[in-house]
């Protein structure tokens, strides 16, 4: 097994604690912009000149991580300048990630992650906080800096504010992806319009179609995502395939009526389990097999249960993907323990072996996909 998989296993479960860690960093990663690591994600009082992500090599292969910084760690890791490298990892060559001129300009609308990776969300935040339904294990608590937004859970209005000002939003938009694309340093582009709740099912649903249509040449250019809750109306679906997009993705987190109550009370009480399963066998009428994706969060329910709920999605032509669970802490479950490293290693070789065996791609590629082996199971890397 490689290093770098061994590395990042541990890194997604016991975090990373910060050792030796000197200033300045060099401009071109931007730490006191976008490369910093949000409070969901770290314990440790010195954020600002820690990144978020760290790019892994060894043996000719390369994986991206989500740094999630926790002081009491067994991994340490010294950064000075460019030279970044993990205690009793030294043979693994650890970069860091540069990031897209762009991101100093950008708002929270537009953004760039990992390597390769561009995605657009049209409304900032989740509705389900403001009603205290939020998923347990989400820490992206309501930041009262989002009311200086125009477009986020605290607009009054917002599908009515959306639909009198489109135009002048997707314009915005525009400005800014072309901005990032000019700078595009990437292999590949992974383009992603993403939303998440707002009070009524159907409009978050309709204003992200309005954001895919407005960039459908990008989305059939590109590997493309559109990453939502369902809509109500199932129809609206079809909608989503004319815009040329390669996937739709609904997250579905675990599986079980029970598990779902428990971990997504908000999908809970606006869907069900059962609706999200229609609407996954639904989509896969409309976009066919392997071009429909979900995710589960692994380490919330038993493994053998999230494997029971893969194997029957795949079976039906959906992709399942997941990410490795960590206690976030602003999170409900910020005390719970996450998985063992050695067992999302097993798991990671049994979900490859279920993809290859459908045919099926991974999320995104290893220098994008951060928080999960995917990509790596996948290509016989673990």
């Known amino acids: 097994?490689?290093?770098?998989?061994?590395?990042?296993?541990?890194?997604?479960?016991?975090?990373?604690?910060?050792?030796?860690?000197?200033?300045?960093?060099p401009d071109k990663y931007k730490f006191e912009t976008k490369v910093v690591v949000s409070d969901r994600h770290f314990t440790n009082k010195e954020r600002k000149i820690l990144p978020s992500e760290l790019i892994l090599e060894h043996n000719g292969k390369a994986t991206i991580v989500k740094t999630i910084f926790k002081e009491t760690s067994p991994l340490v890791l010294h950064l000075d300048g460019e030279k970044v490298y993990v205690d009793g990892y030294e043979d693994v060559k650890v970069r860091l990630v540069?990031?897209?001129?762009?991101?100093?300009?950008?708002?929270?609308?537009?953004?760039?992650?990992?390597?390769?990776?561009?995605?657009?969300?049209p409304f900032v935040g989740c509705f389900y906080w403001l009603e205290g339904v939020n998923c347990r294990f989400c820490g992206a608590s309501p930041n009262p800096e989002?009311?200086?937004?125009e477009l986020s859970i605290f607009t009054k209005n917002l599908y009515k504010v959306w639909?009198?000002?489109?135009?002048?939003?997707?314009e915005m938009f525009e400005k800014h992806?072309?901005?990032?694309?000019?700078?595009?340093?990437?292999?590949?582009?992974?383009?992603?319009?993403?939303?998440?709740w707002v009070e009524n099912q159907d409009a978050q649903?309709?204003?992200?179609?309005?954001?895919?249509s407005y960039f459908s040449d990008i989305a059939k250019k590109s590997d493309s995502y559109f990453i939502m809750l369902p809509p109500k109306s199932l129809g609206l679906i079809d909608k989503a395939y004319?815009?040329?997009?390669?996937?739709i993705q609904f997250n579905i987190e675990v599986w079980g009526e029970e598990y779902f109550k428990e971990a997504v009370?908000?999908?809970?009480?606006y869907y069900s389990f059962d609706f999200y399963v229609k609407a996954l066998k639904y989509a896969v009428d409309v976009f066919g097999e392997g071009n429909v994706r979900t995710n589960f969060v692994l380490g919330i329910q038993p493994f053998s249960k999230t494997k029971e709920g893969m194997e029957k999605l795949a079976d039906i032509g959906v992709i399942p993907s997941y990410t490795v669970f960590h206690p976030r802490p602003k999170s409900a479950w910020r005390d719970r323990k996450p998985p063992f490293w050695e067992d999302v290693l097993e798991f990671a070789r049994w979900h490859g072996d279920l993809l290859r065996s459908y045919g099926y791609k991974p999320y995104a590629c290893p220098l994008s996909s951060r928080s999960s082996l995917e990509n790596e199971a996948v290509r016989g890397w673990v």
């Not at 953004?111 to 657009?120: A, E, F, M, N, W």
């Not at 989002?146 to 937004?149: D, F, L, Q, T």
């Not at 992806?177 to 998440?196: A, D, I, K, S, T």
């Open 1 to 25: 097994m490689e290093s770098i998989i061994e590395l990042k296993a541990k890194m997604l479960t016991l975090g990373i604690a910060p050792g030796t860690i000197k200033n300045p960093l």
């Open 163 to 170: 639909k009198e000002r489109k135009e002048e939003f997707l």
């Open 242 to 247: 004319e815009t040329g997009v390669k996937y």
């Open 98 to 121: 540069k990031r897209n001129p762009a991101d100093l300009t950008s708002p929270p609308f537009v953004g760039h992650v990992g390597v390769d990776k561009l995605s657009v969300v």
């Open 265 to 269: 009370p908000g999908k809970h009480k």
């Open 177 to 196: 992806v072309q901005n990032f694309l000019r700078y595009w340093e990437g292999p590949h582009l992974h383009f992603m319009v993403m939303g998440n």
């Open 205 to 212: 649903f309709e204003i992200g179609l309005d954001v895919l």
């Open 146 to 149: 989002w009311k200086k937004h």
